[in-house]
């Protein structure tokens, strides 16, 4: 399945964290599905940083906030009286988290919770997908993909603040959604996303091309942990499809859903940068990073059979297109091309592609 234009035409749709990695390429999608877009994020903060390459705040009515500014927040969708909300707003990075534990509570669980108190306040909403993570699972590095009804947890303050964020989401839609005029609230864990236009820091594929534009070796800190690798459209897709069916069919669908990848796309941190230098055109080279160790998990998978049955949803790459698709990005920026008609590009090239059957 892929979004219907049909239904997001003239949808009125706020995306938190906007001017994120994510955010940006999420706004990109739904400007060209003809939906009227409202941005609620704080400046960006990467340099360069996609939003900013492609003029999402020229194409967004943007308020810039801080989601653990609770006053803020409720004005903001106050004024915005969406219909949907797709909540990415998040501290999103495991090594920050040990630096800086209180805030990624605060932005993590209290942001929501102050994002779901202005929805409550606002009559307009019908649908909210809050986007957590593939981390917010007890990790004990069982070799099975996890499913959503399996134990959350965290061994650190990042996959903590996600598990907490993901009881936090349960806790309002079952006292408040699940008795409310029609609002529908699901929250969505995704993969290890990749894809074009991401600089974050301590993030393996900016990591890559950075190493590979600067013709250096590339530094990687655990290269046998594995993860499940997926291109940010996939799970763009499932969001999208997911708010759909929300908006549609209500409580049916308002719980926990995976949007992971094929079990055979799992591989390890090593092997990506091999394939990525490969892809680029040059030897491996790569070392290991003396940055002083935290913990994060060697194994990580998740099941998505249950939006595979429920929702239509599959992952339409796989890791090698995935990777092939993310390459050809950096290397076409890097040439001269345009950020902003790179990624209107793929996007068109996504949903050209083959009914893919769940």
């Known amino acids: 399945m892929m979004p219907s234009p049909g239904f997001w035409r003239g949808k009125r749709v706020v995306v938190t964290g906007h001017t994120g990695f994510k955010g940006g390429w999420l706004c990109a999608w739904l400007e060209h599905l003809g939906a009227q877009t409202f941005g609620l994020s704080l400046p960006p903060d990467t340099e360069p940083s996609l939003s900013t390459l492609i003029r999402i705040e020229q194409r967004v009515e943007t308020i810039h906030a801080d989601i653990r500014d609770a006053p803020s927040v409720r004005v903001a969708i106050t004024r915005f009286s969406p219909e949907i909300v797709l909540h990415l707003a998040a501290q999103s990075l495991v090594r920050r988290s040990y630096r800086e534990p209180a805030e990624t509570f605060a932005t993590n669980v209290m942001g929501t919770v102050n994002l779901l108190e202005a929805v409550r306040k606002t009559p307009s909403v019908r649908a909210v997908v809050v986007v957590t ?20 947890g965290g061994a650190e303050p990042y996959s903590a603040s996600k598990a907490c964020t993901e009881l936090a989401t349960a806790a309002w839609r079952e006292s408040y959604f699940s008795h409310d005029r029609g609002v529908a609230l699901a929250s969505a864990r995704a993969g290890n996303v990749i894809g074009g236009g991401d600089w974050a ?26 993860r499940p690798w997926q291109h940010v459209l996939d799970p763009l897709n499932g969001y999208l499809i997911l708010a759909e069916r929300l908006f549609k069919d209500g409580a049916a669908f308002a719980r926990a859903w995976n949007f992971g990848p094929a079990a055979e796309d799992l591989c390890s941190v090593s092997q990506i940068v091999e ?8 030897p491996v080279r790569w070392i290991a990073s003396d940055t002083p160790p935290v913990h994060e998990a060697g194994h990580l998978a998740i099941d998505a059979s249950l939006a595979r049955a429920h929702l239509g949803w599959a992952p339409h790459l796989t890791l090698d297109q995935a990777l092939s698709w993310t390459t050809e990005w950096y290397r076409r920026y890097h040439n001269g091309e345009q950020a902003d008609v790179l990624v209107g590009a793929q996007i068109e090239r996504y949903e050209a592609l083959p009914e893919v059957l769940p």
């Open 201 to 226: 820091p301590d993030r393996l594929i900016p990591d890559c091309i950075a190493a590979l534009v600067a013709s250096r070796p590339i530094e990687i800190r655990n290269p046998h942990a594995t």
């Open 275 to 282: 394939a990525i230098s490969a892809r680029w055109g040059v």
């Open 133 to 152: 993570s593939d981390k917010c699972y007890e990790n004990n590095e069982s070799r099975r993909p996890y499913r959503e009804t399996d134990a959350l």
